[in-house]
């Protein structure tokens, strides 16, 4: 049984109903990509998902906080805060490939507790929630077991984002995992919880990218940490280690630590 | 009006018509995966997707020849010669995700005349013939403009992908381009007809990654080339590069030849 209102989990999935909507209108048009201070893009799409959501949760709920990528944050230190990214993989979105989407995430007293990963496109939606087993598209979901590390899939968003000390540590795990992939966003968050990804290894994150998939992997019976083996939470430092497997997490994160 | 007739046109749309049924009966299935003697990964779909394919052609047009990812080659010297990769991005198949696709090629006295890259999971197919517009799901498209090098999205399959020489080279490229994402395996030639997808450098690819990829992106009026600027065939190296814009791919022939 889950201990979060259920109007919350209907709220959680109200949004994600209304920025997919405002995502497909925009896919595959030919809009302006902006870019930030730190260089990276975004679009009409970021915007006008992430206001979609944002009102929608401070008019039926405005005693809780919010934090979101394109918006900023208000009331970070309340019981229940919404951490949002209305389209993570932007640059995926503006190639137009669909490995793009929202995330949805929900803290209570600083604890993931709420998850949603929505492929609008594709028409698949991840709900994970706290005490209950994470659903795709309304169907129980569970990560696999992986047998060893060598044979273990990993996904990476890009090599690139490993710089200084944290490409070394990239480079140790990679040498020992079997196959590593990349550019799947976080779909390849989905992709675990559904038992064909094992290993999720990522530097650089914000509360926005793994808030949401915390609860979503969590449900599913998988293990997502930050490198140091803590759970997560709004300040964590953003390396990230997900796994289905926990024996292959603690396998990894001895290599991250060596 | 196509130079080539129509009953191959027919041909080659019923045999992704064909692979895409089994490749859909096996997408996120627990299937076996196997491993050549190279080291990458095979399942039935690949093999029975190409075993269904090579069926079809040799049944209907037992005078071409037929170059497959999975099961060899006949006759490549005949007038017409199909090429074939049921399943081009395994890695990505195996992990659930759907960028993959079924690439079939034609060659007309080893040119590329003929070209389809079907994805089954997405219902998304392009149809590149000499002649002819490129279409994707029965629209004609076209490759976009693009202004600088600076500005242009890059795609590859992975950054492992160089090695050595080609690895310097890749650098260099990279280091002019806007931005640089992976993981969409032929996706990405899709994607670059439809005008999001600037560049696409590759190497260590085979005819089978490259021969129908080389008529959609022509008929969109893209550009692609060995990294010698020559046209595609069965003897070429397989490093490739593509482009929406030809000005773009004269400069980077440049920085490749530096």
């Known amino acids: 049984m889950s201990k979060i209102p259920q109007q919350l989990i209907k709220l959680a999935n109200k949004c994600a109903d209304a920025s997919g909507k405002i995502i497909k209108k925009y896919f595959r048009k030919k809009i302006k990509i902006n870019l930030k201070k730190d260089n990276t893009p975004f679009t009409k799409a970021d915007i006008e998902a992430e206001k979609i959501i944002r009102e929608l949760i401070l008019k039926q709920e405005p005693n809780c906080g919010f934090v979101g990528e394109e ?10 805060c919404w951490v949002v ?22 803290l209570k007293n600083n604890k993931p507790v709420l998850g949603i990963l929505n492929q609008p496109i594709l028409n698949e939606r991840w709900v994970g929630i706290a005490g209950v087993e994470t659903k795709y598209n309304n169907k129980k979901v569970r990560v696999r077991k992986c047998k060893s590390i060598k044979g273990a899939k990993m996904y990476a968003t890009s090599p690139m984002m490993f ?19 990349f550019g799947a966003d976080c779909y390849s968050h989905g992709l675990m919880s559904l038992g064909f990804v094992d290993v999720i290894l990522e530097a650089n994150l914000k509360p926005w990218d793994y808030i949401a998939s915390a609860s979503i992997i969590s449900g599913a019976g998988g293990k997502i940490t930050d490198w140091n083996d803590n759970d997560l939470n709004l300040q964590s430092d953003g390396r990230i280690l997900a796994t289905g497997d926990s024996n292959i997490h603690k396998q990894i994160i001895k290599i991250i630590q060596k």
Not at 71 to 80: A, W
Not at 96 to 104: C, D, N, Q, V, Y
Not at 164 to 179: F, L, P, Q
């Open 71 to 80: 918006t900023g944050s208000i009331n970070m230190n309340r019981e229940y």
């Open 85 to 106: 990214d209305p389209l993570d993989g932007t640059k995926s979105f503006i190639t137009g490939k669909p490995s793009f989407g929202t995330l949805i995430g929900l």
């Open 163 to 181: 710089q200084g000390r944290n490409k070394k540590i990239y480079k140790n795990v990679r040498a020992k995992i079997g196959e590593c992939l």
